[in-house]
């Protein structure tokens, strides 16, 4: 069963504005940590940003914040004040309690025009 | 700088050859990952080492074999490859624990002929 489900294939933004990446997840375990990874054309990826399932307040780096709605099982990234260099592919991702993996969602592709 | 150095960054190899990709990490992380992933799809787990032991070995085809010499090095043999094993390898390392995230390198793009 997919754990972790982006279901926006593309999206377009425009330059200085916002944009919100959905991410919804699925697991029974009360221990678990939410990732969203950048990935550009070069092919390197890049962590982003963290959220833990006892973290009573959303995470934000920069600007790069996390919408977590527990109850829904969302993970929503937001990213504010969009640039050029933020066009690349975002993937979501999920560790689970003690478990090692780290499972991917499908990813969403962000272009930014000017 | 990526903290994760991989080698070589780009790799073609015929269906009989014999290859090694290369991983270091010097930040002292105990788990190692080996993560394949094609073009506009996820990664997909590999091979996770976890205090330079096999911990898990994601039924991926014995053409491929993990070495983890020690704590800061990673390496993938890769013997009698088929075209559809062309992709991109990415290696990992991180701390133990659900919190921590993993910190990739900037991966071998590998064409089988």
């Known amino acids: 069963a997919q754990k972790i489900t982006q279901t926006q294939p593309g999206m377009f933004v425009q330059e200085k504005e916002a944009v919100t990446l959905d991410c919804t997840y699925d697991t029974s375990d009360p221990s678990y940590g939410l990732f969203w990874y950048k990935q550009p054309s070069s092919g390197e990826m890049i962590f982003l940003i963290y959220?833990?399932?006892?973290?009573?307040q959303n995470a934000t780096e920069g600007r790069y914040s996390l919408n977590f709605q527990k109850a829904r099982k969302s993970a929503n990234l937001v990213i504010s004040a969009s640039q050029l260099g933020d066009s690349a592919m975002y993937f979501c991702?999920?560790?689970?309690?003690?478990?090692?993996?780290?499972?991917f969602g499908a990813g969403t592709t962000v272009t930014v025009r000017a | 700088d990526t903290e994760v150095t991989q080698t070589p960054k780009h790799l073609v190899m015929g269906m009989t050859n014999k290859k090694s990709l290369k991983c270091e990490q010097h930040?002292?992380?105990?788990?190692m990952y080996w993560y394949k992933q094609k073009a506009k799809k996820p990664p997909e787990l590999m091979f996770v080492y976890s205090y330079e032991k096999l911990s898990i070995n994601e039924s991926v085809p014995s053409r491929f074999s993990p070495e983890c010499p020690n704590s800061s090095l990673l390496n993938l043999h890769l013997h009698a490859l088929q075209p559809e094993d062309s992709a991109l390898y990415l290696c990992a390392s991180s701390q133990a624990g659900v919190g921590s995230p993993l910190h990739f390198g900037n991966g071998t793009r590998l064409t089988v002929t």
């Open positions: 959220q833990g399932s006892y973290d009573q």
């Open positions: 930040m002292g992380h105990r788990a």
């Open positions: 991702a999920m560790r689970e309690g003690n478990d090692y993996k780290l499972s």
